[in-house]
């Protein structure tokens, strides 16, 4: 049933990558002085929920997704008291505070792995995946990023299972003391008042128990939304099982009992009915999961319509579909669309009006572009692991290997460092013009920030946005995607033009125009939409366009 209190279902998350956003104190290194101070900005451009890449301690060996204290802030980005301060101000603006929760691993550095590694009969041995095997690994297990997740050590003759980099052990989740602890875990965060946590690879939370050999697969590359048939095998007995299914259930079963209703998103891949497997078949597993279809699209009308038709089918109502667009480990979208931001803003419109929630990465809002550092130079792990491979044949192949690239530190002025630092940048800022800028784009009613800040404030003022039924509207012109949002008595249309050709619609209904870009015009019968233009209407009387 639908509710007040399912705030989650309506919200936009909008993701902060900490190394990247605003250093404060010269560094050269994102912290959370910096996100205090930029959060009026944050603001202003209309941010409901902020989800933040991990902060705890950590060697930094993977950016933070490699933790070694799930309860202290890393001397980096600066103290707890900072970071209390921090969801206040969040919470003060009326913002909600997520964040980053890497369930299934820690760093090799964390004194729970430095503890289970130092004897087969040590108290925490189990707390991690420690198994024995003759001169080479256990099994054929491969791990997410393409090699034998089997860590041999010397010391005591055993192998310890990572199902992404070495240095990321996995947790032991049939160790009911690990699954104990790491709720607790979750309720020193939640006391907090920390309004839910992004959830980490959860797709790999729990592995074969018996340990059984994966069968073997013909397709070698993954992709975004699917990583279980990749590196030749089916991974079925490393990934996505049931356990997992049913560990969601549990987790959203512990946060529940808070006042406040804290959500989960879950960083999952894989088919749509493993997805929903995640989701529980009564929406009782987690709140959301990251789709990462729309990451891959294809910038035509017949993509977006047939995007819709999917989430509309497979997770209609009570369940809430997610659009997302990039994130700290993918190509940025902008650079897909050859750095057309006309281009962009059709997307985002795509983005923000579809039913579901809308997922940002910071800087798309500016059409922050990526950098060209070769795998060589790459500070990413995964740029480390693959340094001989030349970054045009990366690109080629479609495999994103160099991270580095889509965390580039974020625009604000025309400033030195683009007012990111006023030290050395740990990433390059790279080359730039003004209008790239927060700053710049803030000025210009027609830019892509501008665009963005009224997307935003569309689905505040909505309902029928936010949690109103969707319908695909037939038009007969094949580039033009048109879909219907309804709530109760309101109807809005959204149309957009995603072809080269200027359109005209008939229109034989009263309308209120809402919103128009790229040049599209209501007018007195018909609806003008140039090539690359938007629209969105308020429909005064029902049936409107259908026949
Ligand atoms: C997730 C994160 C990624 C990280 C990996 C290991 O995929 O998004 O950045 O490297 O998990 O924690
Ligand atoms: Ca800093």
Redesign the pocket.
């Known amino acids: 049933m639908e509710n007040k209190t399912e705030w989650w279902k309506q919200t936009s998350i909008y993701q902060i990558y900490p190394w990247s956003f605003q250093d404060s104190n010269g560094d050269g290194i994102g912290d959370l002085k910096g996100i205090l101070n930029r959060l009026d900005e944050i603001q202003e451009l209309g941010v409901e929920t902020i989800w933040f890449s991990p902060f705890y301690l950590s060697p930094g060996e993977?950016?933070g997704?490699?933790i070694a204290d799930y309860t202290k802030i890393d001397p980096r980005f600066g103290t707890m008291e900072d970071c209390d301060r921090l969801i206040k101000e969040i919470h003060k603006r009326k913002m909600k505070v997520v964040l980053d929760m890497?369930m299934?691993?820690t760093s090799d550095k964390h004194p729970w792995f430095l503890e289970s590694k130092s004897s087969p009969s040590n108290p925490k041995r189990k707390f991690y995946i420690w198994k024995k095997g003759s001169k080479k690994p256990p099994n054929n297990w491969i791990s997410m990023v393409g090699k034998s997740g089997w860590n041999y050590d010397r010391a005591t003759d055993e192998y310890y299972y990572s199902n992404?980099?070495s240095f990321?052990p996995d947790l032991n989740y049939r160790n009911p003391k690990v699954k104990q602890t790491m709720f607790g875990v979750l309720d020193f965060w939640l006391k907090k008042g920390v309004d839910g946590f992004r959830l980490?690879?959860f797709n790999s939370i729990y592995k074969d128990e018996s340990f059984r050999d994966n069968p073997l697969s013909l397709r070698f590359f993954p992709t975004p939304d699917n990583h279980d048939e990749a590196f030749f095998q089916k991974k079925q007995y490393n990934l996505n099982l049931p356990e997992s299914f049913s560990f969601a259930k549990d987790v959203r079963k512990h946060v529940s009992k808070y006042k406040h209703k804290p959500f989960l998103i879950g960083?999952v891949s894989g088919s749509d009915q493993v997805l929903k497997s995640f989701l529980g078949e009564n929406a009782d597993g987690l709140n959301l999961v990251f789709q990462f279809e729309l990451i891959h699209f294809q910038f035509n009308a017949k993509f977006f319509k047939n995007l819709l038709l999917k989430n509309e089918t497979i997770f209609p109502k009570p369940f809430t579909p997610t659009y997302v667009l990039g994130?700290?480990?993918q190509r940025r979208y902008i650079d897909r669309l050859g750095g057309d931001k006309r281009k962009a803003k059709l997307l985002v419109c795509f983005q923000f009006m579809a039913r579901g929630v809308p997922i940002i990465y910071y800087g798309e809002e500016i059409g922050r572009k990526e950098g060209r550092i070769s795998n060589f130079k790459g500070k990413d792990p995964?740029a480390k692991m693959n340094r001989f491979v030349p970054l045009f044949l990366s690109n080629l192949i479609g495999i994103y290997i160099n991270?580095d690239n889509c965390r580039l530190p974020m625009l604000w002025d025309d400033s030195k460092n683009a007012g990111f630092t006023n030290g050395t940048s740990w990433l390059p800022v790279g080359t730039f013009q003004k209008e790239d800028t927060v700053a710049q784009q803030k000025r210009d009613k027609d830019s892509l920030w501008n665009q963005y800040r009224s997307m935003f404030q569309i689905r505040k003022e909505w309902q029928a946005v936010r949690e109103g039924s969707l319908e695909v509207i037939e038009t007969n012109v094949m580039d033009v995607l048109c879909f219907e949002r309804k709530y109760k008595e309101t109807i809005l249309h959204v149309y957009l033009n995603f072809g080269n050709q200027l359109q005209k619609l008939p229109l034989t209904n009263k309308t209120n125009l809402i919103y128009a870009f790229g040049g599209s015009k209501l007018r007195e019968s018909f609806l003008e939409l140039p090539s690359l233009s938007g629209m969105i209407l308020r429909m005064t009387e029902s049936k409107s366009l259908r026949k």
Do not use: G
């Open positions: 993977d950016f997704y490699d890497v299934n691993h992404f980099l990321q980490d690879i960083e994130n700290h480990d995964i991270r």
